[in-house]
């Protein structure tokens, strides 16, 4: 299975959405739909690496402390989780087994906002010391499947604000 993401125009979509529409739109998005954009920066899909690492996150993140446990709260532990629990502004427009999250532009610059605050050097080191050898075998190289991971959805969610997009997650 693969994890995928659409940046989106919001405005489009909450009318979509409120038509009725959307789900159906969002399966027959063609590469030139100018409301969405599935060539957005991303180079892992992989929805098993995705529950990999939020397993990581989900028994890293409660035993952090001060303020690098409060960022991870509020931003990293709200993308990446083992029960891929995501953002879902649009609530019931969509198939929550199917489209797994969507963000709108402003949840999108918040999040941003407090990734920034992450210390990566200190959350790799905490990772380390921190997460069971077993786990860490299983993500791999963590500089590069669990920080690269990481940065790979904070590129995103910069693409998506740079674009004034929203952000749809799906897994299929």
């Not at 590469?31 to 890293?60: K, M, P, R």
């Not at 409660?62 to 083992?82: H, M, T």
């Not at 690269?148 to 997650?169: D, H, S, T």
């Amino acid at each position: 299975m693969q994890i995928s993401p659409d940046l989106v125009q919001w405005d489009v979509v909450t009318k979509k959405a409120a038509a009725g529409t959307l789900e159906h739109d969002l399966y027959e998005i063609r590469a030139d739909d100018e409301w969405a954009d599935n060539e957005c920066t991303w180079f892992n899909d992989s929805f098993i690496h995705y529950c990999q690492v939020g397993d990581a996150v989900d028994f890293l993140v409660p035993k952090l402390k001060g303020v690098l446990k409060d960022n991870c709260e509020r931003s990293l532990a709200l993308i990446l989780n083992e029960t891929c629990n995501m953002p879902r502004e649009l609530g019931d427009a969509l198939n929550n087994e199917y489209f797994v999250s969507s963000i709108s532009p402003e949840q999108i610059s918040s999040l941003i906002v407090v990734f920034e605050n992450v210390d990566m050097n200190e959350l790799l080191s905490e990772y380390q010391r921190i997460i069971p050898d077993d786990l860490q075998s299983d993500i791999g190289e963590p500089k590069e499947n669990f920080i690269g991971y990481i940065e790979q959805w904070i590129n995103l969610l910069k693409e998506a604000r740079a674009k004034n997009m929203g952000l749809f997650v799906h897994v299929g």
